[in-house]
Structure formats: C-alpha cells, structure tokens
C-alpha cells in the first residue's frame, strides 16, 4: 500500500460530484433515476456492512469494500453488474488486500443464510468470476485511505479525543461510507468534516483550532451540509423507494 494518500492511486482516481452522479444508460433505460441509483448503493455499503459481522473483519476491511463497489458502479451498470454479487464480491476482495483474507466459502455460506431471493443462487466460482470483472472495472487499483486515520490524529491535535468525541465522530465517519464522499474528497477533509459536526453538536469550541489548520474551510463546511442533508433526507422510511428502485432492475435482496 502507499504510504503517502497525495502519491497514491487514490488520490489519482478522486472523480467530481458530477462525474459520479451519473445514471448509467442501460439503468437510465430501465428508469433508474439519480435518487434511487443513491439509493440502491447505500442499499449494498448496509449490506456489506451486515454481511462482514457474519465473517468478522475490521472496520477498514468494510470500508475498503464499499469503495470498491462504488469505483465499480462509477463506470459500470447495475443492470450488467449484478449487486446481489458485486457487494460480497467487494467484501472478499477487500478482505484480500487489507490482509485479513476471508474464504469465499465462507462467504457464500453467510450471503445464503441472509438471502431473502430464493431464485438467485451463485457459489463460489461465479464470486471469483465477479473478482476478476471487479479488478477489471476499478483498473485494478485496489489503494483506498480511510479517514479513520487522520481522525484519530486530529482529535488528539485538536484535544477533543475524549470518549463522546471520539464515539460521535467514528459514526459519522462510518455514515459518510453510505454516501460517494469517499470518491470525491481527500480523507482528512472527511474527517475534518466529522469533527466540525461533532464539535457543534457537543458544544465545543475549536473555532481556533480550524482557523490554524491549512485547509479550505468552505471545502470542510460544504462537506458538513452534505452529510446534514443525508440525514435529514433519509429520516423518513426509505424501504417503499428502494423496493421500486430494484422492481425497475428486476431485483430483490
């Protein structure tokens, strides 16, 4: 892995909103919209969330894997890339290159007990055939950093890493992975994001403490309403739209 995010792959591959919020043609045809396509992708990071307490892998693992479905879904369809299958897939793959390898078995075994479809079955080989599609969509660029790092870091810079900071501040970072920010920001201004929220909700003062730090605030502060607005618009019951969005592609998890 590379040690430095501004040399990395990651950071070469970080793609403009615009560029992700795109509706592939074949899923545009068959009516997905931009709402629902966000949808149905925090649908599968909650799903590869649910799935990795069954295998048991780290919390980087899970977010690694989340990545990897949505680089995958930056440039290929859902209606040809199944995400019944590519959401395991991810997890699988994911596990591999964090070092924490988790059997394909093992997997299958868990994605079958949680199946609610009895008419879509795969086993291991159509897992492995997924690997190498997988490999082949994201470039093969499997570096992802994680704001889990850096948050830790400032919050001890910050002196704020006291245990309601640090527990409210690790969930909205875990939040941010049911949305793109991942492919669009640096890591570090996810994190940054976090802790402003968090500060403002504990009534903590580190308006000092950004103004020292050289980064764009409005950049922070846009990042902040990004993630206040996920909230504030998945408040209401989401199932009804999610079912309508996969009736369109003929799904069902």
């Given at each position: 892995m590379a040690?430095?995010?501004?040399?990395?792959?990651?950071?070469?591959?970080?793609?403009?909103?615009?560029?992700?919020?795109?509706?592939?043609?074949?899923?545009k045809e068959?009516?997905?919209?931009?709402?629902?396509?966000?949808?149905?992708?925090?649908?599968?990071?909650?799903?590869?969330?649910?799935?990795?307490?069954?295998?048991?892998?780290?919390?980087?693992?899970?977010?690694?894997?989340?990545?990897?479905?949505?680089?995958?879904?930056?440039?290929?369809s859902l209606s040809e890339y199944d995400p019944r299958l590519v959401a395991?897939?991810?997890?699988?793959?994911?596990?591999?290159?964090?070092?924490?390898?988790?059997?394909?078995?093992?997997?299958?075994?868990?994605?079958?007990?949680?199946?609610?479809?009895?008419?879509?079955?795969?086993?291991?080989?159509?897992?492995?055939?997924?690997?190498?599609?997988?490999?082949?969509?994201?470039?093969?660029?499997?570096?992802?950093?994680?704001?889990?790092?850096?948050?830790s870091q400032l919050l001890q810079d910050a002196a704020l890493n006291d245990t309601s900071m640090t527990q409210l501040t690790w969930g909205l970072v875990n939040d941010t992975y049911r949305m793109d920010l991942i492919l669009v920001h640096p890591p570090h201004l996810i994190a940054l994001a976090c802790i402003y929220i968090a500060s403002v909700l504990r009534d903590k003062d580190a308006t000092s403490w950004f103004e020292e730090l050289r980064v764009d605030m409005n950049v922070v502060k846009n990042i902040s309403m990004e993630i206040l607005d996920f909230y504030e618009n998945h408040r209401m019951n989401m199932e009804e739209r999610l079912n309508a969005a996969m009736a369109k592609l003929s799904l069902k998890f």
């Open positions: 040690a430095n995010f501004w040399t990395s792959s990651h950071y070469k591959q970080l793609l403009d909103q615009e560029e992700v919020d795109v509706v592939h043609p074949l899923d068959k009516g997905i919209t931009l709402v629902e396509f966000k949808l149905l992708k925090m649908h599968m990071a909650n799903y590869i969330w649910k799935l990795a307490t069954h295998v048991k892998v780290r919390q980087r693992v899970v977010a690694t894997a989340v990545t990897y479905m949505r680089r995958v879904y930056t440039r290929k395991p897939t991810c997890l699988y793959l994911a596990a591999k290159a964090e070092e924490s390898t988790v059997q394909a078995r093992l997997l299958v075994f868990y994605v079958k007990k949680m199946r609610t479809d009895e008419k879509f079955r795969f086993e291991i080989k159509d897992v492995l055939e997924m690997e190498m599609k997988i490999l082949e969509a994201i470039n093969y660029y499997l570096v992802v950093f994680h704001p889990y790092r850096s948050l």
